[in-house]
Nanobody
Framework: QVQLVESGGGLVQTGGSLRLSCAAS????????MGWYRQAPGKQRELVAS???????DYADSVKDRFTISRDNTKNTMYLQVSSLKPEDTAVYYC?????????????WGQGTQVTVSS
């Protein structure tokens, strides 16, 4: 089992920045990849950024050059630095982890943290 807890969301003006955090606990060693998703009202949840256990990162085109995903293995924490924020970035941001146990993959989710960008 893996538990994920996000923090760092809030209200920010257009052009502002935030740093989202995702603290992981439980069977950390079974995690092969982590990511940040977001879901705006009335829209489907979308992948924003991901990072593998090897450190390979990937981003949605809409956030490239504005968002940076990283992790601190000593703190079992993943981060998403969000900058140059736009009103369309307003959403609930969710942390996710993909872990493998006994040759079976599982997806875990945090509870989400709200990011609101005012124009």
């Amino acid at each position: 089992q893996v538990q994920l807890v996000e923090s760092g969301g809030g209200l920010v003006q257009t052009g502002g920045s935030l740093r989202l955090s995702c603290a992981a606990s439980g069977s950390i060693g079974s995690i092969v990849a982590m990511g940040w998703y977001r879901q705006a009202p009335g829209k489907q949840r979308e992948l924003v950024a991901s990072i593998t256990s090897g450190g390979t990162t990937d981003y949605a085109d809409s956030v490239k050059d504005r968002f940076t995903i990283s992790r601190d293995n000593t703190k079992n924490t993943m981060y998403l630095q969000v900058s140059s924020l736009k009103p369309e970035d307003t959403a609930v941001y969710y942390c996710s982890a993909r872990a493998w146990f006994s040759d079976t993959g599982y997806n875990y989710w945090g509870q989400g943290t709200q990011v609101t960008v005012s124009s």
